[in-house]
């Protein structure tokens, strides 16, 4: 299996920190316009780690416009606490 097929599988199957806190549709927002931009940038890192989270923000420019404005969604609306 090539490592990106790999890599957008095992992203797919196990969710972003970025959601977390977020209910469960939401996480699925999240992968569904997301995961491109995962593989793209973070797929080399624990779709599970905070290294995630660092590196969505440190590609905020570079990601899909659906994909910025999920993240804004949920990091506004998605957590508690």
């Known amino acids: 299996m090539p490592y990106r097929t ?14 977390q806190a977020a209910p469960a549709m939401d996480r699925e927002a999240l992968k569904a316009r997301c995961s491109g931009d995962y593989a793209t940038y973070c797929g080399d890192l624990p779709p599970d780690g905070d290294e995630v989270q660092a590196c969505f923000r440190k590609n905020m420019a ?20």
């Not at 790999?6 to 959601?19: H, I, K």
């Not at 990601?63 to 998605?78: H, Q, S, V």
Request: hydrophobic share 45%; with cysteine.
């Open 62 to 81: 570079n990601l899909a416009p659906a994909c910025r404005t999920e993240i804004d969604r949920n990091g506004k609306g998605g957590r508690k606490g």
């Open 6 to 19: 790999l890599v957008a599988f095992a992203f797919a199957t196990s969710g972003l920190v970025v959601a």
